[in-house]
């Protein structure tokens, strides 16, 4: 059974930064490319940013230069390091997979940035 187990989301004052996690488990993890998104209130959920299983990442224009995806094949676990916070990313964030055509979502995670 696969489980997605997002954690570290929080108040943070605009510029700050948050490290974001998501444990993954049922799954040969390092057998597959890794997503997170993210949904704010009133808005459809979006992509934020990718990295594969190869370790190549991918990042949506609002982010980057600013986040960074990473994974540790050994946890079993995918960050995103998220730094230069802006009132704008305040959303509830998900990790996601697809595996055999199927997707998965976590929990998600809420992140609030407020002064």
């Known amino acids: 059974q696969v489980q997605l187990e997002e954690s570290g989301g929080g108040l943070v004052q605009p510029g700050g930064s948050l490290r974001l996690s998501c444990a993954a488990s049922g799954i040969v993890f390092s057998n597959f490319d890794m997503r997170w998104y993210r949904q704010a209130p009133g808005n459809q959920r979006e992509f934020v940013a990718l990295?594969?299983?190869?370790?190549?990442?991918n990042y949506a224009a609002s982010v980057k230069g600013r986040f960074t995806i990473s994974r540790d094949n050994a946890k079993n676990t995918v960050y995103l390091q998220m730094n230069s916070l802006k009132f704008q990313d305040t959303a509830v964030y998900y990790c996601?997979?697809?595996?055999?055509?199927?997707?998965?979502w976590g929990q998600g995670t809420q992140v609030t940035v407020s002064s």
């Open positions: 996601y997979l697809q595996r055999f055509a199927r997707n998965y």
């Open positions: 990295i594969t299983r190869g370790g190549d990442t």
